[in-house]
């Protein structure tokens, strides 16, 4: 049974690969910035399932070969990979809009607090249960060496914690506000003279103690915690 199922998932691997280097050479033949059409329009191009295709775009932004945008006239767009904005001892390297993630950045840090504040007068046992799954995930993005993985498993902890607030409002607004850093970011990369591996384990560390704290309603670490979360991203434009 293992083996068939392992078997479908490397098909569907291939044909996700197969999609995304016929995109990759629409990139090669366009501008920067330049529209490549719509997911739906390229998808029944290359002919495969919409699973299959959001799997090719995976690959194909973690290439940083193209971005997506949505709403109207968006679609799928050839990446334009100059700017960057800091984020603690690294940096990420985005498709575009660079001020508007540094400025996404810097109100999702404001937020946070509100988020913590909520979180320790709701989190259920069962929400901690969660959160705890999510360090786990950023544990492994961290063994594996994988930057990248490392910060989605971080966005995912993050829009975990603002799940358990009651404020649908404050939740909306900060789960756009990951969205927007999220689609854009290309890559992780060190900031400073401190291995980027060292970085990412001060950070996983930090939040294993910050949903500690939320366990233990340990108000004055958690706030503690979440400042030291923020200021580390003073001078958040590189």
């Given at each position: 049974m293992?083996?068939?199922?392992?078997?479908?998932?490397?098909?569907?691997?291939?044909r996700?690969?197969?999609?995304?280097?016929?995109?990759?050479?629409?990139?090669?033949?366009?501008?920067?910035?330049?529209?490549?059409?719509?997911?739906?329009?390229?998808?029944?191009r290359?002919?495969?399932?919409?699973?299959?295709?959001?799997?090719?775009?995976?690959?194909?932004?973690?290439?940083?070969l193209?971005?997506?945008?949505?709403?109207?006239?968006?679609?799928?767009?050839?990446?334009?990979?100059s700017?960057?904005?800091?984020?603690?001892?690294?940096?990420?390297a985005?498709?575009?809009?660079?001020?508007?993630?540094a400025?996404?950045?810097?109100?999702?840090?404001?937020?946070?607090?509100?988020?913590?504040?909520?979180?320790?007068?709701?989190?259920?046992?069962?929400?901690?249960?969660?959160?705890r799954?999510?360090?786990?995930?950023?544990?492994a993005?961290?063994?594996?060496?994988?930057?990248?993985?490392?910060?989605?498993?971080?966005?995912?902890?993050h829009a975990?914690?603002?799940?358990?607030?009651?404020?649908?409002l404050?939740?909306?607004?900060?789960?756009?506000?990951?969205?927007?850093?999220?689609?854009?970011?290309?890559?992780?990369?060190p900031?400073s003279?401190?291995?980027?591996?060292?970085?990412?384990?001060e950070?996983?560390?930090?939040?294993?103690d910050?949903?500690?704290a939320?366990?233990a309603r340990?108000?004055?670490?958690?706030?503690?915690?979440?400042h030291?979360?923020?200021?580390s991203?003073?001078?958040?434009?590189r």
């Amino acid at each position: 049974m293992s083996t068939a199922r392992d078997a479908a998932r490397t098909k569907a691997t291939s044909r996700a690969e197969q999609a995304a280097q016929h995109i990759a050479q629409l990139t090669e033949a366009a501008r920067p910035g330049a529209r490549l059409g719509t997911k739906e329009s390229l998808r029944t191009r290359c002919a495969v399932s919409v699973g299959t295709f959001n799997e090719s775009l995976r690959l194909l932004q973690s290439r940083g070969l193209v971005t997506v945008r949505p709403g109207p006239g968006g679609g799928i767009f050839v990446a334009e990979q100059s700017p960057m904005v800091r984020l603690g001892n690294s940096v990420l390297a985005l498709d575009a809009q660079e001020t508007d993630v540094a400025d996404a950045v810097r109100i999702r840090d404001a937020l946070d607090p509100l988020l913590i504040e909520d979180a320790l007068w709701h989190a259920s046992p069962a929400d901690i249960a969660d959160l705890r799954e999510r360090i786990e995930d950023m544990a492994a993005a961290a063994t594996a060496s994988d930057p990248v993985a490392f910060v989605h498993a971080n966005w995912k902890l993050h829009a975990r914690i603002a799940a358990i607030s009651p404020n649908s409002l404050l939740r909306s607004l900060y789960d756009n506000l990951l969205d927007l850093i999220e689609t854009h970011t290309l890559d992780v990369l060190p900031a400073s003279d401190q291995p980027l591996a060292d970085y990412i384990a001060e950070r996983h560390q930090l939040h294993r103690d910050l949903v500690d704290a939320l366990d233990a309603r340990d108000r004055e670490t958690a706030l503690r915690l979440i400042h030291e979360h923020n200021t580390s991203l003073a001078d958040p434009q590189r």
